[in-house]
């Protein structure tokens, strides 16, 4: 559709959110770009988002400023079909922008849920856009509420704008730190002004967020691969708990939160970012190796070859093959001109949705020992629809091996799992879920082998990750808890 011009407990056994739809596998909430002081801001902003557009498929925004005005653009729908032609010229008039894709999580669908959100006061106007979820949201939300608030969107997004207005008449820049310092879970905003730009990160930093410049201009990204499409330079990344404060003097660092307890998510090594990325120094397709490597080091498996699941396996697979001497080969194509697909109400359907997403090369599996690598196992229906898809093919054996470790538990921090039961893992042995995908043997890398593998970035038992997916154990306190999920149940018509 066009674009629309707009103005730390361990909870095992808690009951889980209901998700509309059905699981595919994991999905992060969002991808953030920010740039200001540019001719080009907006042009610049799509190149950017159009390189995290696998952080988000559902919605997009771009919202400008040019000094004096603050406008944007967004809808439901992938960064190339919001902003066409027409739509640009709208945006074109701005020297600074930040962006937003976005996949549905907290919040729900809907396009006045599609960031970034802009609010117009007396006193000038301010645009947010918002990379994590709260984990306090639904008691803020109750709080601003009893105070006179009116929510225009169901988002936790918009929970900082209140915050920020109710801040009183106390300088803008104190009022978004106390305004900050009051939120608890996962968080990378941008927020603009006419005339400057925020830049703030969680205490945990438990979603990665760089700056970098181009030329004069200074610009922020969720992934550094979106600095190399449009010609940044990467300066460094953005420190938790800190707050960058960005206008035409140039920039300026503030901390708002102690940082302590750092959790960069894990999965965004494992899944989530591209393979150009680099995250607290960290190359991801680097590390994705590193996972292969040590899950070849962890299972001993007599095979003939090697493939990758198709995108973001495919690192771990080439390591996986380097280490165990096993040759890598290319059994699984990826269908690029498929477009997003409604769910099919029948099982024919919904494998031939799979047929459709991913071919297997039959010259290369046909009458082979095949290993095939993916980065996780949600509820194993996609799993066990790539190991026939093998079979179909030819292959005489199909060894699934995980580069990380068994999905058992959710995520409250802007990651789209679903309900706990759906979690294969969460409830049944490895035993069971290789019997499940139909798989001759199933091994997961271990959570020691994980860390080790991508190496430690901070202290404590997981060398500054959360691996709360995996263990249970949870960086923050889950403060919403029971009260969240009646409120996230309701969302959906539970």
């Known amino acids: 559709m066009p674009g629309k011009l707009i103005g730390k407990p361990n909870l095992n056994g808690l009951p889980e959110i209901k998700r509309l739809g059905e699981i595919k596998g994991l999905n992060e909430e969002c991808g953030l770009f920010g740039i200001w002081g540019h001719k080009d801001a907006a042009q610049n902003t799509y190149y950017g988002l159009h390189a995290l557009q696998h952080r988000g498929q559902e919605g997009t925004g771009i919202v400008v400023t040019?000094?004096?005005?603050?406008?944007?653009?967004?809808?439901?729908?992938?960064?190339?079909?919001?902003?066409?032609?027409?739509?640009?010229?709208?945006l074109a008039f701005g020297k600074s922008a930040i962006g937003h894709v976005?996949?549905?999580?907290?919040?729900?669908?809907?396009?006045?849920?599609?960031q970034?959100?802009?609010?117009?006061?007396?006193?000038?106007?301010?645009?947010?856009?918002?990379?994590?979820?709260?984990?306090?949201?639904?008691?803020?939300?109750?709080?601003?509420?009893?105070?006179?608030?009116?929510?225009?969107?169901?988002?936790?997004?918009?929970?900082?704008?209140?915050?920020?207005?109710?801040?009183?008449?106390t300088p803008?820049?104190?009022?978004?730190?106390?305004?900050?310092s009051m939120l608890k879970g996962a968080?990378?905003?941008?927020?603009?002004?006419?005339?400057?730009?925020?830049?703030?990160?969680?205490?945990?930093?438990?979603?990665?967020?760089?700056?970098g410049k181009l030329g004069d201009a200074y610009v922020v990204a969720s992934e550094t691969c979106a600095f190399d499409v449009v010609g940044a330079e990467f300066i460094r990344d953005i420190l938790p708990g800190e707050l960058l404060i960005i206008d035409d003097e140039g920039y300026r660092s503030e901390i708002f939160a102690h940082a302590s307890n750092q959790?960069?998510?894990?999965?965004?090594?494992?899944?989530?970012?591209?393979?150009?990325?680099?995250?607290n120094g960290v190359n991801v397709h680097s590390a994705r190796k590193r996972l292969g490597k040590k899950l070849a080091e962890e299972v001993r498996i007599e095979a003939d070859v090697v493939t990758g699941v198709p995108d973001s396996s495919i690192s771990a697979a080439i390591g996986f093959a380097e280490a165990s001497g096993i040759p890598y080969e290319l059994g699984l194509l990826k269908n690029r001109y498929v477009g997003r697909t409604f769910i099919q109400p029948t099982q024919?359907?919904?494998?031939?949705?799979?047929?459709?997403?991913?071919s297997p090369v039959r010259g290369v599996v046909e009458g082979k020992r095949v290993i095939m690598v993916d980065d996780s196992i949600v509820r194993g229906t996609t799993s066990r629809r790539i190991v026939r898809l093998l079979r179909e093919a030819g292959a005489t054996e199909v060894h699934v091996v995980i580069s990380s470790p068994p999905i058992k538990n959710p995520c409250f921090y802007?990651?789209?799992?679903?309900?706990?039961?759906?979690?294969i893992a969460n409830d049944k042995s490895i035993e069971e879920i290789r019997k499940i995908i139909e798989a001759d043997t199933l091994t997961f890398l271990s959570a020691e082998g994980t860390v080790e593998a991508i190496g430690g970035t901070g202290e404590g038992e997981y060398g500054g990750h959360c691996m709360a997916c995996f263990t249970g154990n949870y960086p923050t306190e889950i403060y919403d808890d029971l009260e969240q999920i009646r409120m996230k149940e309701k969302l959906v018509g539970k």
């Open 102 to 114: 976005r996949y549905t999580t907290a919040g729900g669908a809907g396009f006045e849920n599609v």
């Open 172 to 180: 803008f820049k104190e009022r978004v730190k106390n305004a900050l």
């Open 414 to 423: 802007g990651i789209d799992t679903s309900k706990r039961e759906e979690l």
């Open 263 to 279: 959790a960069m998510c894990m999965m965004e090594y494992v899944y989530f970012a591209r393979p150009d990325s680099n995250i």
């Open 348 to 358: 024919a359907l919904r494998e031939q949705g799979v047929k459709m997403k991913l």
């Open 66 to 90: 040019d000094g004096e005005v603050v406008k944007g653009v967004k809808g439901e729908g992938l960064v190339t079909e919001i902003f066409h032609s027409e739509a640009m010229k709208e």
């Open 187 to 211: 968080y990378a905003f941008l927020i603009m002004t006419e005339d400057q730009m925020m830049v703030a990160l969680d205490p945990n930093g438990m979603r990665p967020l760089s700056l």
């Open 116 to 169: 970034p959100l802009v609010f117009h006061f007396q006193t000038g106007s301010l645009a947010l856009a918002h990379n994590g979820s709260l984990v306090n949201a639904t008691h803020l939300k109750s709080q601003l509420e009893g105070q006179g608030s009116i929510f225009q969107t169901s988002s936790d997004t918009e929970i900082l704008a209140h915050l920020i207005r109710r801040g009183g008449h």
